[in-house]
């Protein structure tokens, strides 16, 4: 914890500098920074003498106090300016950030001092990062939510991974990531944006986070380039990141194998075709732009970016129930993408596919295969309670913010985006609306659930149970 401490002031001081460099007030981050680093730095020499061996219980553990600690000092910027005065409102925006949600209680983005606003999109950059190594390099390990499915094409202590070792793996996908980042950025800046806004959008890009410098998002920029490029690059960032990995170093074989790949393609192309046809006649848009429009809340959606060009909720309430059935898709595992997961759905949809066979004959031995492998009970059973824990979280957590005084679609829409870690949703947290006037009750549950679906549900449910903390 004293590490992340220490890390999180450290990754701070590119925000310092920016407030210099337009001459703001720096001193709220820069103070910020100095809190966190001490300390990081007291906690580390503090405990560094004790016991380091770190088992399965206190993986889990770890894991969830990262995200509660980074969530604390991450919004100490917030408030030490004073632009965020309410402690929910601090804490609903920070934690919006680090879990890449993208839910905004700010009202006016632009009005925002730019150190602060980049130090919001490297929350969402930091997140984003955090949640590739958890993936694909400790969650298989702990054995969470059934990720030992796509552990093949992950790295972790086997020969057919990125890397036999999981601090080169980190290492890594650590490049590609910043790779990534950089070229959305150069990309945005050949598009027209200031230098400011395109590092601003290439950070929340690459962590499918969402986070915007400007009040209405990508609609700011009426640029078919950028559109497309940000398309693109959201894309990506949805992808397994082993699978971009084995595509760099040309082992193309595992990408055509993958059947999460397929299955995100697919329902990618899929709803981009629907979208299109509904937008294309419900509007007096043309086929170009009816399809950039379609495409881009597509991959926005699935992704769980949350980046927005259009109100979708004007063309219908046919198009606005299939965005609204999207929040519950997200993108592959082992990607910055939160939600369900690919992976999910398909082992889902095969396995209840086969139990048509299975009750014809009984007898036979049906096997589930996923990427060629076959795939274990164990595994079937743990996705299929992951499944129905998410359903529940969402029912109950719906139910809970209706409770407070909220109308059903907006809340259904709220939890289904915060627990999907995706942004926009219908109701009155639409596409052009915020998260403002939910009270700070509503702000509290709301940050809870974009935590518990970003952390995969199991990993903080787990420590509300009894048998986690006896001494056996």
Sequence with gaps: MGALMFLIGVLMLPAV?????????????????????????????????????????????????????????GMLPFLLSEEIT??????????????????????????MPKGLLFWRSMTQWIGGLGIIVLTVAI???????????????SPGPTSDKVHPRISETA??????????????????????????????HGLTTMATGGFSTKNASMAYYDSAFIQYAAVFFMFLAGTNFTLIYFGLVGRF????????????????????LGLFVGI???????????????????????TTTGFVTDDYTQYGKGISYICFMMLFLGGSAGSTAGGIKFIRHVTFLKNSWLEFKRIVHPRAIVPLIINGE???????????NFLLIYLSTFVGGSLAISLLGYDLSTSLGAVATCLGNVG??????????????????????????????????????????PFFWRAN
Excluded: H
Aim: glycine letters at 8%; hydrophobic letters at 55%.
């Design 424 to 465: 926009p949703a219908i109701g009155e947290v639409g596409p052009v609306d915020n998260f403002a006037f939910f009270s700070p009750a509503a702000k509290y549950i709301l940050s809870f659930l974009m935590l518990l679906g970003r952390l995969e549900l199991f990993t903080i449910l787990i420590l509300f149970t």
């Design 86 to 111: 309410s402690l929910s409102d601090a804490v609903f925006e920070t934690v919006s950030g680090l879990t890449t949600t993208g839910a905004s209680i700010l009202n006016d983005i632009e009005a």
């Design 253 to 272: 074989s595992r990408i055509v194998k993958s059947d999460e790949f397929k299955a995100y393609s697919g329902a990618v192309i899929l709803l981009t």
């Design 280 to 302: 294309f006649f419900n509007s007096d848009n043309g086929v170009e732009l009816s399809f950039r429009k379609a495409s881009f809340q597509v991959v926005s959606l699935i």
């Design 17 to 73: 500098s920016i407030s210099w460099i337009y001459g703001e007030n720096s001193a709220p981050l820069a103070i910020s920074a100095a809190i966190s680093v001490f300390l990081g730095l007291v906690f580390f020499f503090s405990f560094a003498k004790y016991d380091q061996l770190i088992r399965k219980r206190e993986g889990y553990l770890i894991v969830a106090l990262s995200w509660v600690i980074m969530s604390l000092f």
């Design 171 to 200: 290492k890594r996908l650590w490049y590609i990531y910043v790779g990534l980042t950089a070229l959305a950025t150069l990309a945005y800046w050949i598009g027209g944006m200031t230098f400011y806004d395109a590092i601003n």
């Design 374 to 384: 076959r795939v274990t009970g164990r595994i079937i059973n743990n996705i299929m």
């Design 139 to 153: 969650f298989p390990l702990l054995g969470i939510g059934g990720s030992e499915l796509f552990v093949a094409e």
